[in-house]
């Protein structure tokens, strides 16, 4: 493959409901598709799922951006890639910005089984022909909204709840949840707003039957989610702090966790999730797949991820109507009962909609062989 041009669709997407979190609330989502075109003509697509404030991780998407256009395009345009796993490679001497690379290497890996005519799920090594989704709720203003919103996803069917948690939103709430769903698979995220000070809180939400805590404490720590996973009987699964596969192995070494959440975005591509999925499997941690508030293209991705035999655990990648009036792809994401079929068409398995995308279009950059690598230092 030699790709001629990138393309970086900005869009503008408003979700249907406010998102809220330990981090604040949100309802508009600056979203960035990576459209890498070769020299047949043939398009591959990704998402960059970068925050639009550094709040989950240091990523934001103004600065992704600037990584996008400055190295990691000009990186990729005119050169001979025979297979994705070599876009890591090309990208090694650089570091982080993982939601970056793996924007552009998740768009050389659609275009790639596009080439070869099979779906992403199968050119990763998925075989899936379907995969079991739950659903991840925000803070409410109360525990009755919050209770009204679980009971229309259960309605659904979705295979899990999870639930936002922060200090002072947390025991009393989940306790509330339990009286009325004593019986449903929940979880909770609290999204690093916890310390080891906050021991006596996370100790009792352990009568609560949890499935786990996902990343209680600050992200990158490894530590101390040790320290808390020798003292607490609820699984703690770990989001923010797996950041590479160097960090899934500390984690895993040390017990930081019995459970991890993949991103793609975070961990810096497919070929890295592959590879912490290869070493999940071998110390037999369940995985599950983690969501960004994508829309389609990434949302795709992940259900392509999720064919992947470790993915054990219902993952974040809801129906495309969760979050949008109109998401960008046809056919959408639909999770019925609470699981999404694994598309066995070429790619990601459905179309990109530029007439759709129209509507949130902010502005569109374009990298090409005119745009040479400009930096200070040289070889
Ligand atoms: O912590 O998993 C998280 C959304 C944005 C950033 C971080 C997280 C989330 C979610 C929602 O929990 C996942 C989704 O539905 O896409
Ligand atoms: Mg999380």
Not at 231 to 244: A, G, N, R, W
Not at 325 to 335: H, K
Request: charged share 30%.
């Amino acid at each position: 493959m030699k790709i001629k041009e990138i393309k970086l669709h900005q869009l503008l997407m408003t979700m249907k409901n406010p998102f809220t979190t330990s981090f604040g609330t949100q309802q508009k989502r600056f979203v960035t598709i990576v459209e890498a075109i070769d020299e047949d003509g043939t398009s591959g697509f990704g998402e960059c799922v970068s925050g639009e404030d550094p709040l989950y991780s240091e990523e934001f998407m103004d600065a992704t951006l600037i990584a996008l256009k400055k190295y990691f395009g000009p990186l990729v345009v005119n050169k001979e890639i025979s297979h994705p796993d070599e876009v890591w490679e090309i990208y090694k001497p650089f570091k982080r910005n993982n939601m970056a690379k793996a924007s552009i290497e998740g768009a050389v890996w659609d275009l790639y089984a596009k080439k070869k005519g099979i779906s992403l799920a199968e050119a990763i090594g998925g075989a899936k022909k379907e995969v079991d989704v739950g659903v991840s709720l925000g803070l409410e203003d109360t525990d009755e909204l919050l209770l009204e919103r679980i009971g229309e996803k259960v309605e659904e069917g979705y295979k899990r709840i999870k639930v936002k948690i922060k200090p002072g939103r947390d025991v009393e709430m989940v306790r509330k949840i339990r009286e009325v769903y004593p019986d449903i698979p929940l979880m909770v995220d609290a999204n690093s707003a916890y310390t080891l000070d906050d021991i006596d809180t996370l100790k009792a939400l352990d009568e609560f039957n949890l499935m786990m805590i996902e990343q209680p404490l600050m992200a990158g720590d490894v530590i101390d989610h040790a320290k808390l996973q020798k003292q607490i009987k609820t699984p703690v699964c770990l989001d923010e702090s797996i950041d590479s596969y160097e960090s899934a192995a500390a984690a895993i070494e040390l017990g930081s966790c019995e459970i991890i959440n993949v991103k793609v975005g975070r961990v810096g591509g497919i070929t890295q999730s592959i590879k912490i999925h290869d070493l999940a499997k071998k110390h037999n941690i369940p995985l599950w797949c983690g969501g960004m508030l994508e829309a389609g293209v990434g949302r795709l991705h992940n259900v392509a991820i999720t064919a992947l035999s470790e993915f054990v655990l219902p993952g974040d990648t809801a129906s495309s109507s969760r979050y949008w009036f109109e998401d960008i792809i046809t056919p959408e994401v639909v999770a019925e009962k609470g699981v999404v079929k694994v598309s066995d068409k070429p790619g990601i398995g459905a179309e990109v909609d530029f007439g759709k995308m129209e509507q949130y279009l902010v502005k569109v950059d374009s990298i090409t062989a005119d745009d040479e690598l400009d930096m200070i230092m040289h070889n």
